[in-house]
């Protein structure tokens, strides 16, 4: 065991298996890989949609939420570097009851993000031949279009079965080329400098006012595009020197991301043809029915591609679109990898069963990699569009994110004195807010993306129950510390019920919006902070929360 610096000896958890061969740069990037991903390719276009031009106050304000949140992941990720943190923290802070939510939360997302990326990729390889691989009108992909998915998912899975050196290598060759496109695209096309895309002509900057503006970081996929930025938590058990490299690589990656988002969606807006804006921004879709004009089909299949041809710049459209396999690729690469290294945190945890934890002569957590490629495919068939899936892993990975600030919290009462590498300045005022953040941002996500979580959430405890009971060494269910979490989930879904956001229902919203806008932002406000304060109040005592990061602190028997 470890010893902290300070009165009192504490343990360091660690992990059995794995292998310590990820640089700094490697760190960064598999956090910059899951960043820039298929939300460039689409985000600008279906934020736009959303919200017009005041979609750039979308991306502004979705960025500085996600900057708090990646503080807050840094100065846990420097604290306890083991893999699938995201699962791991809470457990430690509070116990396996609310321990197996956010992990659970944790693995439901990361297993749904490899087929949004193959859906991506379908989307913009349609440009070729319409309706081959993906229909425009319906927005989801043919049946050639699955099989292909599938053919993807398995190349991921194939590839991560190599080791985490290989893989690491592999994945920044592409980064270098995922950011260094974006960069070259925005330089290019902000040539083609329209001003009248930003006003009057193209519907008024913002033509859905404020709403618009909050639909489009979530339904629109502004928040789905920065996500990601806690890879480099989730592989920290084979990050080398972890204490310095976890929180300068998730720091880096989430500042270059949130950059290159807000120009990108400066840049798309300006450059867009002013032909195509004839009925405004929020009319760019293909009707429901009928013929869709020929570029509006074009921008909704491939929107960068399309806003470069349309202007003439037919060889940038072509790397466009080659980027458009290329950078998708690379982001369902990495979920993959993280798919595994969530499960086999939660095997640590001894949540799923112990062979999710066991790893080949590459330190490869074979069962738990081929586990997410088999419920990966799951998700391909009940959600066939890339939008369709981008709410639930969006609210998945909010759920996720809120166990985040509440496991810091707990942590700086419990272990005042443990070594942080990276200590987060004011995190009296920026976990709690980061708390808020993390619940407005599910909140805004719909209430039929809600419902669906709960369904995921009810699935979660019966599998992972299951799964506990036939573990003689399962950990002890502390209830008293998860008192405030059932209170917590039924409460965000009555707010939802009661609120303003459908979550893009296809029927009637079954939402009511008796809660009217604004006053919906003080709600969630008081009931967060409500929250937030009593799961401080019962959070585990010192000892307990000792003793059961001491469990994970020498390898155990499997």
Not at 49 to 77: D, F, S
Not at 174 to 194: C, D, E, G, R
Not at 429 to 449: H, K
Not at 504 to 528: C, E, R
Request: some cysteine.
């Amino acid at each position: 065991m470890a010893t902290e610096t300070g009165s009192a000896a504490a343990t360091r958890p660690t992990d059995v298996g794995l292998k310590r061969e990820v640089g700094f740069i490697g760190a960064a990037w598999a956090s910059e890989s899951s960043i820039i991903g298929s939300g460039w390719l689409f985000g600008s276009l279906y934020a736009a949609q959303a919200a017009g031009p005041a979609a750039i106050i979308a991306w502004v304000i979705a960025g500085i939420a996600v900057i708090i949140l990646a503080l807050v992941h840094a100065e846990l990720g420097g604290m306890y570097p083991v893999s699938g943190g995201t699962a791991r923290f809470p457990h430690y802070a509070f116990g396996s009851v609310a321990g197996i939510s956010f992990g659970f939360f944790s693995w439901l997302q990361a297993v749904c993000v490899a087929p949004i990326e193959c859906y991506a990729v379908m989307q913009y390889a349609s440009y070729a031949d319409p309706g081959l691989l993906y229909n425009p009108s319906t927005k989801i992909v043919t049946g050639l279009g699955l099989v292909l998915c599938i053919v993807m998912m398995a190349i991921f899975t194939a590839v991560n079965f190599v080791g985490i050196k290989w893989l690491a290598h592999t994945n920044s060759t592409i980064m270098w080329w995922k950011i260094a496109v974006p960069v070259f695209a925005i330089l290019v096309l902000l040539t083609q400098w329209h001003s009248s895309n930003f006003g009057s002509a193209a519907g008024g900057f913002a033509p859905a006012g404020a709403k618009g503006v909050l639909e489009a970081i979530v339904g629109a996929g502004v928040m789905f595009s920065y996500l990601g930025f806690e890879q480099a938590d989730q592989l920290a058990g084979e990050i080398k020197n972890p204490q310095r490299n976890l929180p300068r690589a998730i720091i880096l990656a989430i500042a270059i991301g949130t950059a290159v988002y807000i120009m990108l969606q400066i840049t798309f807006i300006a450059a867009m043809d002013p032909a195509a804006l004839t009925h405004g921004w929020l009319n760019t879709t293909c009707p429901s029915t009928g013929t869709c004009p020929t570029d509006i089909a074009q921008i909704n299949s491939g929107p960068f591609a399309a806003v470069a041809g349309l202007a003439g710049l037919g060889w940038l459209a072509v790397i466009l679109r080659v980027d458009a396999v290329v950078s998708p690729f690379g982001t369902g690469l990495i979920y993959q990898t993280s798919t595994s290294r969530v499960g086999y945190g939660l095997a640590r945890n001894r949540y799923y069963p112990q062979i999710f934890q066991r790893t080949d002569s590459r330190g490869v957590p074979w069962f738990s990699l081929l586990f997410g490629f088999v419920a990966g495919l799951v998700f391909l068939l009940p959600f066939p569009s890339w939008q369709s899936l981008v709410g639930l892993v969006t609210g998945a990975s909010v759920l996720m994110y809120a166990g985040a600030p509440l496991s810091l919290g707990a942590f700086r009462g419990q272990v005042p004195e443990a070594n942080r590498p990276y200590k987060m300045g004011g995190a009296a005022i920026l976990a709690p807010l980061a708390f808020c953040v993390a619940n407005f941002i599910i909140y805004i996500s719909g209430f039929e993306t809600i419902w669906k979580l709960g369904i995921c959430i009810v699935l979660g405890y019966v599998l992972i129950g299951i799964c506990m009971a036939f573990d003689s060494q399962r950990p002890k269910l502390i209830w008293k510390s998860a008192t405030w979490l059932p209170v917590y989930l039924i409460g965000m879904g009555i707010i939802s019920w009661q609120g303003q956001y459908s979550g893009g229902a296809v029927l009637a919203p079954l939402n009511t919006g008796h809660i009217k806008l604004w006053w919906d932002i003080l709600v969630i406000v008081v009931f967060s902070l409500a929250i937030y304060f009593w799961a401080m109040f019962t959070k585990l005592p010192r000892e307990e929360m000792l003793a059961i990061v001491g469990e994970q602190a020498t390898p155990e028997a499997s």
